[in-house]
């Protein structure tokens, strides 16, 4: 069981980035819920956003609303997200994260809730 994230670049401010998190020796759909969290230097491991498998339904923390889509690619067990109009404030690790249990899509955003990660990609926002 692996996941492994990669699309993580230097980038200016507004622009974009697709980051990749390719999965193996499991589908994505054998777990309830995958997701993207991030972690800056010195602050808490937050939820970015994230996806249920039975019912696709998407989860987006507020700051990100509106620039990030989570998305998935069954046929090639990989789950994404684009990231667009980027801030410096975006500047982490991102990591992506599955878990197997119906209590994580009730807290879809909480990291804790999410069993199996990645060893995450970095992206960085600045001119």
């Known amino acids: 069981v692996a996941l492994v994230e990669s699309g993580g670049d230097l980038v200016q401010p507004g622009g974009s980035l697709r980051l990749s998190c390719a999965a193996s020796?499991?589908?994505?759909?054998?777990?309830?819920?995958v997701a993207w969290f991030r972690q800056a230097p010195g602050k808490e491991r937050e939820g970015v956003s994230s996806?249920?498998?039975?019912?696709?339904?998407?989860y987006y923390t507020d700051s990100v609303k509106g620039r990030f889509t989570i998305s998935r690619d069954n046929a090639k067990n990989t789950l994404y997200l684009q990231m667009n109009s980027l801030k410096p404030e975006d500047t982490a690790v991102y990591y992506c994260?599955?878990?197997?249990?119906?209590?994580?899509?009730?807290?879809?955003?909480?990291?804790?809730?999410?069993?199996?990660w990645g060893q995450g990609t970095q992206v960085t926002v600045s001119s």
């Open positions: 994260a599955a878990a197997k249990t119906v209590m994580a899509t009730m807290y879809p955003l909480d990291p804790t809730s999410y069993t199996d």
């Open positions: 020796g499991f589908t994505l759909d054998d777990f309830t819920i």
């Open positions: 996806s249920t498998s039975n019912n696709g339904a998407t």
